[in-house]
Every structure is written in structure tokens, then in C-alpha cells.
């Protein structure tokens, strides 16, 4: 019946049809090629790997729409120099250091901890991991400095905003990771003075696993 049907198409429609057909009995070879493997390591394994599908399939059915209250949060105290960005696996959204930080400094300033309070409120009752990446340009630390590299001066500033969000504004030091990476994830090419503020900045991400 099936090659009378294939006989009454074209040959390219014949050769679209015979691509999907042998493409499902693959894939039908393949699921009964796995559940042949499962129960053959006993009807313990198999109800394992169900049990683990369907725990899959309700946290993707869960977590699908996990961002959209917290970018509406985070949107309410971020502007077109710190956009909040929806990657696959995460919510992100980079401050500018001259927002937190003098030239150079890695200690808060203490007039605009606003920014991080307003943050620690959006952040604040979400089950997911917020980790906190500190970033400069190719720039060297200034004279006199106590930082070698842009390493040391990322780390500060990052875990300056780490130690105010779980000290002060009492978020989970369990929820809480941090990143230092110096110059060397730069959004821009640092050719211009307007760039190398692009790169200077922390970013907040919100990590899609509890």
C-alpha cells in the first residue's frame, strides 16, 4: 500500500517522502533499539530512566517561562547603558563601573548603593543562582595602585557587590557565586575611550538551575 502511494507522487515529492519515512523507522529503530538496552539491565533501570524523563519534561514545562518576573524586576531598574539581556541559560545585565565604582577602585561608592538595593529587591526571592562577574578594560591598574592586574581590580569589584548583596541586603551566600576576568572578555574592542567604558562593568546573571 505504502509503494503504491510513493508510485503515485513525482520523483521529487517520491524523494521527500522516502527522506521523512526512512528518517521516522530511524528513529523508531532507535527507540526500541534504547528500551531493548534499558530492560536489559532489568525493569529497575527502565522505570529509572522514565521516571527521569517525566522529571525532565515538568521542570522544562516549569522553568519555560522562568525569566519573565525577573527581567520585569530587573527591567524596572535597569536603562538603555544596562540592558537586561535573555540568553538560553540565563538572565544578564551589565552595570557600568562608574555606576559602583570610582577610577580604579575597587570599593563601592557609597551614594549609589541605591542601584544594588533596588537589584538585592529583584533578586531577593528567586530560587536561582546569582553570579557576579567583574570586568575591565586593557587599560593597566593606575600608579600606586593597589591591584597588579585587572584581575585583582575585577575580583574587588566584584566581590565588593557579592559581600554588600549577602552582608547587607541578605541574600543567600549559597545563591550567591563570583568571576573575575580582567580585560579578557571584552563586549568591544578597547580602540576607543567610549569602548573601553563599555568594558569596564559588572554583570549580574541570573543562572537557569536552582
Request: charged share 20%.
Amino acid at each position: 500500500m505504502i509503494h503504491k502511494a510513493v508510485q503515485g507522487l513525482d520523483r521529487d515529492s517520491q524523494f521527500i517522502w522516502l527522506t521523512i519515512y526512512s528518517d521516522l523507522i530511524t528513529n523508531l529503530f532507535l527507540l526500541f533499539l534504547s528500551l531493548f538496552a534499558l530492560s536489559y539491565f532489568g525493569p529497575d533501570a527502565l522505570s529509572e530512566a522514565t521516571a527521569s524523563m517525566r522529571d525532565r519534561l515538568e521542570y522544562s514545562k516549569k522553568a519555560a517561562p522562568w525569566y519573565e518576573d525577573i527581567a520585569k524586576n530587573l527591567n524596572l531598574i535597569s536603562d538603555q547603558s544596562a540592558p537586561v539581556v535573555a540568553r538560553e541559560d540565563r538572565l544578564q545585565m551589565a552595570l557600568p563601573d562608574e555606576v559602583l565604582f570610582s577610577a580604579g577602585s575597587g570599593d563601592l561608592k557609597g551614594t549609589d548603593r541605591l542601584v544594588l538595593h533596588a537589584l538585592a529587591n529583584a533578586l531577593r526571592d528567586i530560587p536561582y543562582t546569582v553570579l557576579i562577574e567583574g570586568h575591565t578594560d586593557n587599560s593597566p591598574p593606575l600608579e600606586g595602585s593597589p591591584y597588579v592586574s585587572n584581575w585583582e581590580l575585577s575580583l574587588a569589584r566584584a566581590m565588593a557587590v557579592v559581600h554588600y548583596l549577602t552582608t547587607y541586603e541578605g541574600l543567600s551566600p549559597r545563591r550567591v557565586g563570583v568571576a573575575a576576568f580582567g580585560e579578557f572578555h571584552p563586549r568591544v574592542p578597547n580602540d576607543t575611550p567610549e569602548h573601553r567604558a563599555q568594558n569596564r562593568r559588572i554583570e549580574i546573571s541570573v543562572l537557569r538551575y536552582e
